[in-house]
């Protein structure tokens, strides 16, 4: 059991080792949202969410849909600028979808009112990535529209490839505008995946940190002897 107050706490969890495994094992990339939790923002200010990846394998496409609810903050636009291909490959992109609430290039059926879609291919095929990568995708910028002191920003229908036919694999992450009736505290790893090789072991660090003024206990307890690791 730990208190949580106005500061953030730090536990250390142990990852079981990997003895049971019959070979190596690869971590699946991660397209999560920056911050993952924003404040509630005075009506008509502005603020703007990251999308980005975490220890993804080489990629030169993607296409991804963000969803907030409209009637609480609304997209007014999408930039790549400063994406991780273009900034460290220098890779020329051709931008297949810029779509803000149904609105702008190649917007898609499944385009609407509350939905920020991106689309993108670099052209050259194979890109230079050695190894997983971690870096930014593309900028959204939100207006506060609404009294509500709450939104999810969800990822859906998202889609990475390499060439024309390989796909890269990726788990996704969630974010939110405001606090959500009943969440009092929030739980964050050091880090979104672990690479582990049969017989090893690892360590992931969680911070325990209030949300709202939340001062309480908090009892952490651990089911599982995977916690945060995909296998392949």
């Known amino acids: 059991m ?3 107050g106005s500061l953030a706490l730090i536990i250390v969890i142990a990852v ?3 003895s049971a495994l019959s070979g190596p094992v690869h971590a699946t990339g991660v397209v999560l949202l920056s911050p993952t939790t924003k404040a509630v ?4 200010s ?3 969410v990251q999308v980005k990846v975490a220890n993804i394998d080489p990629f030169n496409r993607w296409d991804i849909q963000v969803v907030s609810d409209p009637a609480v903050i609304n997209a007014t636009s999408l930039s790549i600028a400063g994406n991780i291909l ?3 490959y220098s890779a020329v992109p051709e931008e297949r979808a810029n779509c803000v609430n149904g609105a702008g290039p190649s917007c898609t059926s499944s385009d609407g009112q509350g939905i920020v879609h991106s689309a993108m ?3 050259g095929g194979q890109l230079p990535q050695q190894g997983p990568d971690n870096g930014l ?3 959204i910028n939100y207006t506060v529209v609404g009294s509500g002191t709450f939104g999810r920003l969800e990822l859906q229908n998202v889609a990475f490839g390499n060439g024309e036919t390989s796909i890269v694999y990726v788990t996704f992450q969630d974010g939110q505008y405001g606090i959500a009736p009943g969440q009092n505290f929030a739980l964050t790893p050091s880090t979104s995946t672990v690479s582990l090789l049969q017989g090893s072991n690892s360590t992931v660090t969680l911070t325990a940190s209030s949300i709202g003024g939340f001062s309480g206990v908090v009892s952490l307890t651990n089911t599982s002897s995977t916690i945060g690791l995909s296998y392949i």
């Open 2 to 4: 730990v208190r949580v």
């Open 16 to 18: 079981a080792t990997a």
């Open 41 to 44: 923002q005075p009506k008509g």
């Open 46 to 48: 502005f603020f703007s």
């Open 86 to 88: 273009q900034a460290n």
């Open 121 to 123: 291919v670099f052209l």
């Open 137 to 139: 995708l593309f900028t």
